[in-house]
């Protein structure tokens, strides 16, 4: 009995070790599917790009909702857990490609505001197509991720999923459907983007008044220390570590953000280091040498197990100090300027839309139908009429988009810059009356063409230049550069349309919004760290790669996979040989990593960028402003109706079911 007892023992361990075995063969056989799928992915996304060029691409903007002050000052609800489920999500959040570029303090606040939610066995956690404001980390149970009805992968405790929905208002690209009983940790978008928000101002508050207390920044403004502020980079010491020697020549001024240091110093007569005293968080060394060069009179040494320090150095000061100056040093007489856009929009005060006549549709976006209209009184008198539903508006929250591009275009004038003469409202629609620019969109002449040759591409990124020069030094910030927001006018100059992210900030101050189009938005507004024009001049360099190659430097049929790569940087993009070498070299200075560093934003602000070697006998001033210069392209036009340069669009049907919205949000509209 007992050996038989001992046989069935023996048999049943072996088969326990072959179900072992079946397991992981079956789980790495699941993941080479896995890895297979995302190859042929990839393949056919290169496939799309190398041969079609951007023929297969539209991009489309995409915006998070804005904050409230309300929702920024109220402190996220934490939720108690145990230990390990802390750790898990933590763990989780480290191993996702995005999610670890997030600060530990940001980690951690993450981690406690996340709530738990159980699905039962066979529940849908997430649907293809629905919209999706959720992020997932799974601690107990097994799911599978399906895609058009094709198995893409299992997921299991630690895993986290779902993360694009934290950006932006997103449409679910896969469906999860739980394959036992699940427990998931979840946070909701709002609070993960009002975290973010939250710990970037209290980190921009506790910096300024570090520097508040050292005499050297004691007379300089708010907004200058918040720009001080931005560009202090956290460095970490262990114990014993020597930050400052001595004798040694430095240009590098620190204030210690966390622990504490010693100083120490060494007499002509002895070669024995003494010590001097002790400093704490808040406290600053270096000063001197933001002044000047500077010989260390004392030796810093890391007294703690991990001491920080808030890092700047001269170099990065005095550009920045130099930078701010010459913005004071400039005056734009805003309100003259906003006169006389007035005045010359006089003409279109009386007009109704009764007064237009439809002639054809020019374009279709998410939020609006471009169409040409003409009067009725005069056929040759064209204009374009942008056409938004009030109740998707809301539905969105895009009201103070929409109310920001109305103020910012009907102020504007410049020649690079679609002008907005009037508009009108009513129950179902607002409505923007622009001028027309019967060249068409840039986008579909790249289309077309593949890819711009080296003059070309200069030609319509100095007119870019042009208009940021005229939004920045009036601290506008355009937010959606692209192919397919420039239009071309009759004579072949490029002019920016399309105004829904563009946003006047305060000096020295940023926004934190998450908008823009995946392709072109800057590693700040991938990570929420908020964002002021330096965004702009990195989307820049995105069009300059853009109109050279074909195709933008970071794209993906996965708009997560291009976040990614985004954040990877410029410097592991290969640049094909369509691309010069000079406009190779200005791409990577646009598209550098840390906003402060990028060419434009320094001193000498856009004027860097015209007198970059790729503009060399580039007339901007007699080429641009008084048509000296000769577009590549000038577009045929018969007249004021020809629509030739547009792709074709069906006129509209008049929608009966169209709601209406008579909240009162767009009365000043």
Not at 241 to 250: K, V
Not at 546 to 552: A, H, I, N, Q, W
Request: one cysteine or more; a negative charge.
């Amino acid at each position: 009995m007992e050996k038989a007892e001992e046989e069935t023992q023996s048999l049943m361990e072996k088969y326990k070790d072959k179900v072992k075995q079946l397991e992981a063969s079956l789980a790495e056989k699941e993941n080479e599917i896995q890895e297979l799928q995302i190859l042929v992915d990839k393949f056919k996304s290169v496939l799309s790009t190398t041969f079609l060029g951007p023929r297969n691409r539209r991009a489309q903007g995409i915006s998070a909702e804005p904050h409230t002050s309300e929702e920024v000052t109220t402190c996220p609800q934490h939720f108690p857990k145990l230990e390990k489920s802390e750790e898990l999500i933590k763990q989780a959040i480290l191993d996702n490609n995005f999610m670890n570029h997030l600060a530990p303090v940001q980690v951690k606040e993450i981690t406690n505001c996340m709530y738990s939610k159980e699905y039962p066995e066979d529940s849908v956690i997430i649907k293809e197509g629905e919209i999706g404001s959720v992020v997932f980390v799974i601690e107990e149970g097994r799911v599978e991720v399906t895609k058009e009805g094709r198995h893409r992968c299992f997921l299991g405790p630690g895993k986290l999923f779902g993360e694009l929905a934290i950006l932006y208002n997103c449409t679910r690209t896969a469906t999860v459907k739980a394959l036992t009983k699940c427990k998931l940790w979840e946070i909701k978008r709002l609070c993960f983007q009002t975290i973010m928000m939250r710990t970037g101002l209290l980190r921009q508050a506790e910096y300024t008044d570090f520097l508040k207390s050292v005499p050297t920044f004691r007379k300089l403004s708010t907004e200058t220390l918040i720009k001080i502020a931005d560009i202090l980079e956290e460095t970490v010491y262990n114990e014993g570590d020597y930050i400052i020697r001595q004798g040694a020549h430095g240009d590098t001024f620190f204030i210690i953000s966390k622990g504490t240091v010693k100083v120490t110093m060494k007499s002509s007569e002895s070669e024995e280091e003494k010590y001097v005293r002790t400093l704490y968080r808040g406290d600053f060394f270096g000063e001197r040498a933001l002044q000047g060069d500077d010989v260390r009179s004392a030796n810093v040494i890391a007294d703690d197990t991990h001491v920080v320090c808030l890092v700047i150095d001269r170099e990065s000061f005095v550009r920045l100090i130099s930078n701010i100056d010459e913005i004071k040093q400039k005056s734009y007489d805003d309100a003259e300027e906003v006169t006389q856009r007035k005045e010359l929009n006089k003409e279109y005060e009386n007009l109704t839309l009764d007064d237009l006549a439809f002639v054809a549709v020019l374009g279709t976006g998410g939020f609006a139908t471009v169409e040409l209209v003409q009067l009725k009184t005069c056929s040759s008198r064209t204009f374009a009429l942008k056409k938004m539903k009030k109740a998707l508006i809301v539905k969105t929250s895009q009201q103070q988009h929409i109310l920001s591009e109305k103020k910012i275009m009907e102020e504007a004038n410049c020649d690079f810059i679609v002008k907005l003469y009037r508009t009108f409202k009513d129950s179902k629609y607002l409505y923007l009356l622009m001028e027309v620019c019967l060249g068409g969109e840039l986008w579909m002449m790249l289309r077309d063409r593949g890819h711009f040759d080296d003059i070309t591409t200069r030609f319509y990124t100095a007119c870019i230049v042009e208009a940021f020069d005229y939004l920045h030094a009036r601290h506008i910030i355009y937010r959606d550069l692209k192919p397919e927001n420039m239009l071309l006018d009759e004579n072949g100059f490029a002019k920016l349309v399309d105004f829904g992210f563009a946003k006047k900030l305060r000096v020295g101050h940023k926004t934190w919004t998450f908008c823009g189009t995946p392709e072109y938005v800057a590693p700040e507004i991938v990570l929420n760290k908020g964002h002021d024009i330096a965004a702009d001049y990195w989307s820049l360099g995105v069009l300059i790669f853009e109109l050279s190659t074909g195709v933008p430097p970071f794209s993906s049929p996965d708009s997560m996979e291009t976040y990614n790569s985004v954040l990877k940087g410029i410097e592991v993009v290969e640049f094909p040989r369509t691309i010069s070498r000079n406009a190779s070299s200005l791409t990577k200075k646009l598209c550098k990593e840390n906003p402060s560093e990028r060419l434009g934003y320094q001193k000498g602000g856009l004027g860097v960028i015209k007198k970059h070697k790729w503009f060399d006998g580039f007339n901007y001033t007699q080429g641009l402003l008084n048509n000296a210069e000769e577009p590549p392209t000038v577009p045929r036009v018969k007249n004021a109706v020809d629509i030739s340069n547009f792709d074709e669009h069906p006129p509209e049907m008049e929608e009966d079911d169209v709601p209406e919205d008579n909240t009162g949000w767009d009365i000043n509209f």
